[in-house]
């Protein structure tokens, strides 16, 4: 399984950044694919993720009507369009699988960090 993300960086409050995962191996047939992120000091936790045989999404109670996960089927991309940026969005994000997107974690790749200053 490899799952490469990428697209991080410093951003202002209120702010967008696009996140990108490429993924490939085993990754490309996952049964359910999405975001991570784990701030300083805090716990792993699933931002956002994307059942692959419908297409029906989940999202983090903290972060519905600002993020929004898609997926490139012919590329092997998802991506994780984040606006309305707030600081405690400040975090590690990884792109990861799981067996379904309401269940456990099956595998992450390298993750991107993401900044948000005040």
């Not at 701030?39 to 956002?48: D, E, L, T």
């Not at 998802?78 to 309305?84: A, H, P, T």
């Amino acid at each position: 399984v490899q799952l490469q993300a990428s697209g991080g960086g410093l951003v202002h409050s209120g702010g967008s950044l696009r996140l990108s995962c490429v993924a490939s191996g085993s990754a490309k047939d996952a049964f359910a694919i999405g975001w991570i992120r784990q701030a300083p000091g805090k716990a792993r936790k699933q931002v956002s993720c994307m059942n692959t045989s419908d297409g029906s999404t989940n999202y983090e109670e903290s972060v519905k009507g600002r993020f929004t996960i898609s997926r490139d089927n012919a590329k092997n991309m998802v991506y994780l369009q984040m606006n309305s940026l707030k600081v405690e969005d400040t975090a590690v994000y990884y792109c990861a699988t799981f067996y379904y997107c309401s269940g456990p974690l099956e595998s992450w790749g390298q993750g991107t960090l993401v900044t948000v200053s005040s």
